[in-house]
């Protein structure tokens, strides 16, 4: 079965100035509070958690386990790096990963990490459009 192309988030179609004219979805979740560390994390995998948690501020908790498989795979690359048993589906899972987290600046861009809010129409209009 073939879906289509993934939705794009209000706030993505707020700051494009909605291209499509199409409604906007309205009773969106939006997630808050800090991500969670699951106890199976650790060693290395613990440690990039906290690394990045003290950088990424725009992650909920809804982002803990995609988080927390990044820690680990970054941990297992850090760990095979040099004995070279990392194959190009890991090197693409990982760096699929850091991308929807936004651990990339062109991820960042796309995800529009402005200033934390709750509200995912104040991240679009308020900071791009001056609405209220």
């Not at 979740?29 to 290395?44: D, E, I, M």
């Not at 613990?46 to 995609?66: I, Q, R």
């Not at 890991?90 to 960042?108: A, V």
Request: glycine fraction near 10%; hydrophobic fraction near 35%; proline fraction near 8%.
């Amino acid at each position: 079965m073939i879906r289509g192309r993934k939705p794009i988030a209000t706030v993505l179609k707020l700051v494009t100035g909605n291209p499509g004219r199409r409604p906007l979805p309205t009773g969106e979740p939006v997630p808050t509070g800090k991500p969670v560390k699951p106890k199976w994390l650790k060693g290395r995998g613990a440690s990039l958690w906290n690394e990045v948690l003290a950088f990424a501020f725009w992650l909920t908790v809804a982002d803990g386990y995609k988080l927390a498989a990044w820690c680990d795979r970054q941990a297992q690359f850090e760990n095979h790096r040099i004995r070279a048993r990392w194959t190009a589906a890991d090197r693409r899972e990982h760096r699929s990963l850091g991308s929807e987290l936004g651990l990339d600046p062109s991820s960042r861009v796309r995800l529009g990490t402005g200033n934390p809010s709750n509200n995912p129409t104040s991240v679009g209009a308020n900071k791009y459009f001056g609405r209220s």
